[in-house]
């Protein structure tokens, strides 16, 4: 059983920056692959980046790529995804997620995670 909880969102204005963490209960944090998913008003989920679970292999979505970071601290049971040039189009709660295994790469469908955490608002003011 993993728990994850997401901390880091907020109200920032378009061009900001913001750093998502997302903490990890378990000695097992290291076995999954992570992602990180936003749901904004009205629109479905859609994946923002994947880890491996050692960080070797990364995604990143289209909107997102050269403008977000994903990485993972497994000493700390941590994933983080730093956020930069934040756009109003970002605005959404993101939510982190865990499952798949060592022999995962980064998993783009929600479908193959296994544990989710409640998710962080992110509010990009233009």
């Known amino acids: 059983q993993v728990q994850l909880v997401e901390s880091g969102g907020g109200l920032v204005q378009a061009g900001a920056s913001l750093r998502l963490s997302c903490a990890a209960s378990?000695?097992?944090?290291?076995?999954?692959?992570m992602g990180w998913f936003r749901q904004a008003p009205g629109k479905e989920r859609d994946i923002v980046a994947a880890?491996?679970?050692?960080?070797?292999?990364?995604y990143y979505s289209d909107s997102v790529k050269g403008r977000f970071t994903i990485s993972r601290d497994n000493a700390k049971n941590t994933v983080y995804l730093q956020m930069n040039s934040l756009k109003p189009e970002d605005t959404a709660v993101y939510y982190c997620?865990?499952?798949?295994?060592?022999?995962?790469?980064?998993?783009?469908?929600?479908?193959?995670?296994?544990?989710w955490g409640q998710g962080t608002q992110v509010t990009v003011s233009s």
């Open positions: 880890i491996n679970w050692n960080g070797g292999r990364t």
């Open positions: 378990g000695r097992t944090f290291s076995s999954y692959a």
């Open positions: 997620a865990a499952g798949g295994s060592v022999y995962s790469g980064p998993m783009r469908d929600g479908r193959e995670y296994r544990y």
